[in-house]
T-cell receptor, first 112, second 115 residues
Framework: QQQVKQSPQSLIVQKGGISIINCAYENTAFDYFPWYQQFPGKGPALLIAIRPDVSEKKEGRFTISFNKSAKQFSLHIMDSQPGDSATYFCAASLMGDYKLSFGAGTTVTVRA | SAVISQKPSRDICQRGTSLTIQCQVD?????MFWYRQQPGQSLTLIATANQGSEATYESGFVIDKFPISRPNLTFSTLTVSNMSPEDSSIYLC????????????FGSGTRLTVV
């Protein structure tokens, strides 16, 4: 049973556009929500993370929006660049537990 | 952030054989994990490698198939035993990185193909 559901499976965006990836979770005990970026042949790299006490976190062109009541969070990539073409995974972990539950992943392709 | 060196980066193995994957970290870490990423899929936690004690396995993974060693705070191995084509995956080592981004750092993975 997948604890974190991610959509879409893939998306194509033009250079300069906005990429939006959505995730939903069921377990209200989750208290850490990271996003990972993975390039082919590489391991996932932490991109940005949020805790449920804030509704939004921004780092450069990457923004996480968090809706605790809806149990949803999303990643927005502003001004998307070809170098952003990668697979993005959302994840969640439980308070006091170090296990990460990953979403299925979204492959983003940014066309020049 | 911790730097992870994982070896080998890829291998092609015959069915029925075993492969041991090594994970070396450049600093002492408390938590080390092994994940599996099947082709085009998400990451699934195999086990938590515990220093000085037996690894803690997730549902669906057993020690006989995936024996893990953790002799110290910077090194761990994962063995994939009696391999079948269904074991073809990317195997990733991960550590909890309190000293860097306060997240989890992953190695580059071992791409295993079983023929």
């Amino acid at each position: 049973q997948q604890q974190v559901k991610q959509s879409p499976q893939s998306l194509i965006v033009q250079k300069g556009g906005i990429s939006i990836i959505n995730c939903a979770y069921e377990n209200t005990a989750f208290d850490y929500f990271p996003w990972y970026q993975q390039f082919p042949g590489k391991g996932p790299a932490l991109l940005i993370a949020i805790r449920p006490d804030v509704s939004e976190k921004k780092e450069g062109r990457f923004t996480i929006s968090f809706n605790k009541s809806a149990k949803q969070f999303s990643l927005h990539i502003m001004d998307s660049q070809p170098g952003d073409s990668a697979t993005y995974f959302c994840a969640a972990s439980l308070m006091g537990d170090y296990k990460l539950s990953f979403g299925a992943g979204t492959t983003v392709t940014v066309r020049a | 952030s911790a730097v992870i060196s994982q070896k080998p980066s890829r291998d092609i193995c015959q069915r029925g054989t075993s492969l041991t994957i090594q994970c070396q970290v450049d600093s002492q870490v408390t938590m080390m994990f092994w994940y599996r990423q099947q082709p085009g899929q998400s990451l699934t936690l195999i086990a938590t490698a515990n220093q000085g004690s037996e690894a803690t396995y997730e549902s669906g993974f057993v020690i006989d198939k995936f024996p893990i060693s953790r002799p110290n705070l910077t090194f761990s191995t994962l063995t994939v035993s009696n391999m079948s084509p269904e074991d073809s995956s990317i195997y990733l080592c991960s550590v909890e990185d309190r000293g860097g981004t306060a997240g989890y750092t992953f190695g580059s993975g071992t791409r295993l193909t079983v023929v």
